[in-house]
Each structure stands twice: as C-alpha cells, then as structure tokens.
C-alpha cells in the first residue's frame, strides 16, 4: 500500500488537514487506524475509486454560540488523505470502524493472495 | 458557527505564520512569538481556544483517550490535561509488519492560561467523537451589561 500524502500537489481550494495514520499488516489483510479528532459518522467519507483509497472528514464540533478564537492550532475543518492499495487487497470487502475520533479500517487480502503452505510431493 | 473558529486566523495569515516559521527556522531566528506552553510544532493534543462573553471554551483533540483516565486541572487561571494514549500497534510477531507509525501513543500533558476572569467553580468538560470540550464560565462581572438610560 503506497502513500500518496498530497504534500506540494496543485494547490487545494478548501485547506485540509492530513490525519496521521498507523498500518499495520498481517497474514490476512491490512489495518488502516487513522487520527480523526472532530468527525462524525455521518461526516466521514470513505472511496475506494480503483485503486485509490480516500478519506474524507469533516470536523463537527459543538459549538453553542458563536465565538471568538483565541488560540487556534487546528485550523481547517477537513481532514483528507488517500491511498493506492494494491492487487492483492480486497476493496469490496473494507471494514470501518469509526470511535473516539479514530477510524480503524480493516482491508482484507483476496483469498487467494492469503499465504498457503504449498505441499511437496515425492516423486 | 464552529466553521469561523476553527479557521479564524484566515487561510492567508495561518499561510503567512507558516512562512514566517519557515524563514525563521532556515535564518535561526527565534520565530514567532507564541503561546509559551505551545512552541512545538506537532503537539499530542492539538488545543483550540474560543471564547465568548460568557463562556471561554477549550477544545482538545485528542483521539482515542480513555476519558475516565484523563485528568483535567484548572490551577491560577492555567488548564492542564493531562492522560494517556495506549498505542493499538500490535506487540512484535511474526508476519506482521508495520508499515507506518505516526500516530501519538504514550503519556501526555498539555496546558493553557485562561483569561483572568474565568470562574474556577464553573468548569465542565465533555469529550464526544475524539474531542475533549472543556467550559469554563467567566465571572459576573466580566460580562458585558447593558445600562439603561432613565
């Protein structure tokens, strides 16, 4: 799974935030968990376009009344980030999990990429 | 609503705060004067602060905390959070690889000071979705009144 960060690409319309992520790869698949402070369910946007992985969120934050920011170190309210997933993997069959504002992704290997003990015969 | 906080120094300021960082850094200046408990660049949690007549408003993100564990302190006008973050990489094993690791796990504490006129027996704190909010109300008499004219 190759990280396509969009660092110095064409300048983005809306300023966005890149998450930070942890992968991790097993025998079985891939965990994605991904940063997501702020967003919602119903603000999270997962795609899969073929090859490419995107995530899209919007920060939703409960504010009552409107405000004035003193102090501000996050400063967009888009999180965006994507990837380019590989053969082997299982696009159709993604899993998300999103809690706490972390989102845990579980991208399973197509069966037949899992490993197999292959027999030797005695001929 | 929340959109115009989250963004207030505008797109071209935070722009310009971040070239100015950039020439700073290459020219050994000593940069931007800054909150003094915020001088890092990338701080486990980011903080955002608001504030209304009423009301100042501490926004913490930090995902993926054990909130029961989480320590919130307002001593002399200065918030500290303060917690843990267990890290969810799997211990070392065989046909595991990590192939990356950015996100922050461990202990941290962050603080801010308030302005002076917060109420230290008004404080609460709710955490929703990652986000740790933290209300602290301002003092009476800090509140802007309207004075009729007879």
Request: aromatic share 6%.
């Amino acid at each position: 799974m190759r990280d396509t960060k969009p660092n110095n690409a064409s300048p983005a319309p809306t300023p966005f935030m890149v998450p930070q992520v942890d992968v991790v790869e097993d025998s079985s698949g891939i965990t994605l968990l991904a940063d997501l402070p702020g967003v919602k369910k119903d603000g999270l946007d997962i795609k899969v376009d073929g090859q490419t992985l995107s995530l899209e969120g919007t920060v939703a934050l409960d504010a009552p009344q409107p405000f004035d920011a003193v102090f501000a170190e996050v400063r967009a309210s888009r999180y965006r980030r994507s990837f380019t997933l590989s053969n082997e993997l299982d696009s159709a069959a993604i899993d998300a999990q999103l809690k706490d504002g972390v989102l845990r992704l579980r991208i399973p290997k197509v069966a037949e990429a899992q490993p197999r003990r292959i027999e030797v015969r005695v001929g | 609503m929340y959109d115009s906080y989250l963004s207030v120094p505008s797109g071209f300021l935070s722009d310009l705060d971040r070239m100015r960082g950039d020439i700073d850094s290459l020219f050994g200046w000593g940069g931007t004067s800054r909150a003094i408990r915020s001088t890092g660049g990338s701080t486990y949690p980011a903080i955002n602060v608001g504030q209304s007549p009423e009301a100042v408003d501490v926004y913490v993100f930090a995902p993926g905390i054990d909130a029961s564990r989480t320590e919130v302190t307002l001593d002399r006008g200065v918030l500290t959070i303060s917690g843990e973050r267990a890290s969810d990489l799997p211990a070392e094993a065989p046909k595991t690889s990590v192939h990356g690791r950015e996100r922050y796990a461990g202990k941290f504490r962050r603080a801010v000071a308030l302005p002076d006129d917060v109420d230290p027996n008004q404080v609460s704190a709710t955490y929703r979705d990652g986000v740790l909010r933290v209300n602290v109300r301002r003092r009476e008499a800090a509140q802007p009144k309207r004075i009729a004219i007879e």
